[in-house]
């Protein structure tokens, strides 16, 4: 129920997690159930260029209203709004009007919002309002899971034993493990 449940949804944890592409489906299953819900996904570094370029040309009211009509806003590594002072002031005001009209808010970061480093304390509390979810690195039959996955997606096999050295070694980053 996007809006009323879990907002804002707040993911973290270490690089090659998987976050980026949990986002992505979160959005993507998002438009599948309520087709006529518009859903918005920014990289941060996009959202701190748009924020910019407003800022400079004086069309902040313009950028307001093209996050008017967006029902659900997604914004991937959020911990790059850090040192950003007018760029974290405005983004407040976006992530308040969501919260005050109940629009979906998701975000992630590589560290949970307490642990943001030079990010407003009032962002900080806000970030942690919803639910927040720390994706942790996947165990041993998960990582031989995903080999094997991997492998039938490309009508591939290797042997057990060899999964299993992969697995062994390959802990930390799905991304390497694929």
Do not use: C, W
């Amino acid at each position: 129920q996007p809006g009323s449940a879990y907002n804002p949804l707040f993911l973290y944890g270490n690089v090659g997690l998987g976050k980026t592409h949990l986002m992505q489906s979160i959005g993507n299953e998002i438009m599948e159930r309520y087709p006529d819900k518009v859903v918005v996904y920014f990289p941060a570094t996009k959202l701190i260029d748009e924020i910019i370029s407003a800022t400079r040309t004086n069309k902040l009211s313009n950028l307001y209203k093209k996050f008017e009509g967006v029902d659900v806003l997604m914004i991937d590594d959020i911990q790059f709004l850090a040192e950003k002072e007018k760029t974290q002031e405005i983004f407040h005001t976006i992530f308040n009007d969501f919260q005050s009209q109940k629009k979906q808010v998701i975000l992630s970061s590589d560290r949970p919002p307490k642990e943001l480093l030079h990010i407003e304390p009032r962002l900080k509390s806000r970030f942690a309002l919803g639910l927040v979810a720390d994706i942790k690195s996947p165990d041993f039959e998960t990582r031989i899971a995903i080999l094997q996955t991997k492998l039938a997606a490309k009508g591939e096999s290797l042997d057990t034993h060899l999964l299993e050295v992969i697995a062994k070694y390959i802990k930390d980053n799905v991304r390497e493990l694929e």
